[in-house]
C-alpha cells in the first residue's frame, strides 16, 4: 500500500519538474510560494472529508475508492511541490546579498536537517498527539491532516510577509513555448561549465543518498546491535554531521574556493563510503562514519548549491532550477530501484565500494574540467 503513495508522489516530479521552472521564471516567485503552499495544505485538509464519502466503496471491487482518492490527493500535492522548490531556490538570491549566499545556504542546510532528524524522532508520536487531541473535540481521528494541512497554510501565510524585491519589468515578458525555454535552460547549462558542473555534482550527491537509504536498511539488520526498522539511527547520523558541516561552512567557508570544498567533500564522502564497507558488524563505528559522510556530503552539497544560485541570471532561475529539480528526483528514484537489487547480486561491501568510486569519478572529473576551463579563460584574457 506504501508503494503506489511513494510513486504518485514521485512522477509528477519527473513529469514536471522542468516544465514548473519555466513558469516560476513568469510568475511571481512570492505568489508562487504562498499560493502553492496554500494549496497544499487545503488539499491535504480535504482528506478526511473524501475518507468519509467513499467509506465501503471499491474501484472494481478490489481498490478501496478512499486509497484511489489519497493517490489522487498526493499526486497534486506532489505536482505543487515542484512549482514551490524551484521558487524557494530561485527567492533566495533575491532576498540575499551574492557575498552572504554561501552562509544562507548553509543556514538553510543545517536548518533543514535539523529539522528532519527532529521529524524522524517525534513524527509518529506527534501525529498520535494530534489524533488524540482533535478526537476530543470532534471524535473522529483527524489530527494528523489537521497538523499537517495546517502546517502548509501556516507556512503560506508566514511567506505573505517575505520582501523578496521583485519588479515587473523582472519577468519574461515573450512567452515562448514552454519547450523553448526547456531547452534554452539546457542550452544554458550547456554553455556554463560551473553551473554545469555543480549540477552533476549535487546529482551524484542525492543519488549517493538515496542509495544509501535503501542500504542503511541493510546494513542496520547486519549490525547486532541495531534492528533492520532501525536504520533511521543511522540516516540521523549522517544528517547530523551534515548539520555541524554546514553550520561550520557558513562561518568559514568564504575563505576557500567552492570547487575545493566540493572536491575534498567528494574525497571524505567517498572514503567514508569505503569504511562503511568495513563497519558492517559495528554500531559504533559505522555510526562515526555516517556522521563524517554526512559532514563531507555538506562540503559538496552546500557550495555546488551556492555555485548554482551566484551564476545563473534571474531570468534563468527558475528554468534552471527547474531542472535541477527534475534531475535531482531522477537521482532519487533511481538508487530506490537499482540499490537493493546491487546489494543483493554483490553485496552491501561491493555496494559501498562502487559508490566510493563514482563520488571520486564525478568530484575529479568536475574539479578538472572546472580547473581546465578557468586555465582557458585566463590565456583567452
Request: glycine letters at 10%.
Amino acid at each position: 500500500w506504501v508503494s503506489p503513495i511513494m510513486i504518485a508522489f514521485t512522477i509528477p516530479a519527473i513529469l514536471f519538474g522542468s516544465l514548473a521552472g519555466v513558469y516560476v521564471d513568469r510568475w511571481w516567485k512570492k505568489g508562487t510560494l504562498v499560493i502553492s503552499n496554500l494549496l497544499r495544505g487545503l488539499l491535504v485538509l480535504t482528506l478526511p472529508t473524501l475518507l468519509w464519502l467513499s467509506q465501503e466503496q471499491y474501484l472494481d471491487g478490489k481498490i478501496p475508492l478512499g486509497f484511489a482518492l489519497m493517490l489522487v490527493i498526493t499526486f497534486f500535492v506532489s505536482t505543487l511541490t515542484q512549482f514551490f522548490a524551484p521558487a524557494e531556490q530561485a527567492v533566495i538570491p533575491l532576498i540575499v546579498n551574492k557575498q552572504d549566499l554561501l552562509a544562507a545556504n548553509s543556514l538553510y542546510t543545517t536548518t533543514m536537517m535539523a529539522l528532519l532528524i527532529v521529524g524522524f524522532a517525534i513524527g509518529e508520536p506527534l501525529l498520535a498527539l494530534a489524533d488524540w487531541l482533535v478526537d476530543d473535540v470532534f471524535y473522529g481521528q483527524i489530527g494528523k491532516e489537521l497538523l499537517v494541512g495546517g502546517a502548509y497554510a501556516i507556512a503560506g501565510i508566514i511567506l505573505l510577509w517575505l520582501k523578496t524585491g521583485e519588479k515587473s519589468e523582472n519577468l519574461s515578458k515573450d512567452s515562448p513555448h514552454v519547450f523553448q525555454d526547456i531547452w534554452d535552460g539546457i542550452v544554458y547549462l550547456g554553455k556554463n561549465r560551473r553551473v554545469r558542473n555543480a549540477l552533476i555534482q549535487l546529482t551524484i550527491l542525492f543519488s549517493v543518498f538515496a542509495a544509501l537509504a535503501v542500504l542503511a536498511v541493510s546494513m542496520a539488520d547486519s549490525i547486532p546491535q541495531l534492528e533492520a526498522d532501525q536504520f533511521g539511527i543511522l540516516l540521523a547520523a549522517a544528517g547530523i554531521g551534515m548539520a555541524i558541516a554546514a553550520g561550520i561552512l557558513g562561518y568559514c567557508g568564504q575563505r576557500f574556493p567552492r570547487i575545493q570544498l566540493s572536491l575534498w567533500g567528494s574525497f571524505g564522502v567517498a572514503v567514508c563510503l569505503g569504511g562503511l564497507s568495513l563497519a558492517t558488524q559495528n554500531l559504533w563505528l559505522a555510526l562515526i562514519i555516517t556522521t563524517f559522510l554526512g559532514s563531507f556530503a555538506a562540503l559538496v552539497g552546500v557550495p555546488m548549491q551556492t555555485t548554482i544560485q551566484s551564476e545563473t541570471p534571474p531570468d534563468m532561475r527558475g528554468k534552471v532550477f527547474g531542472l535541477q529539480n527534475n534531475a535531482v528526483n531522477i537521482a532519487l528514484s533511481l538508487p530506490l530501484v537499482l540499490a537493493a537489487e546491487a546489494e543483493a547480486r554483490f553485496g552491501l561491501s561491493s555496494v559501498f565500494l562502487g559508490l566510493a568510486l563514482l563520488v571520486v569519478v564525478g568530484g575529479v572529473l568536475t574539479w578538472y574540467i572546472s580547473h581546465t576551463g578557468k586555465v582557458k579563460q585566463n590565456r583567452v584574457e
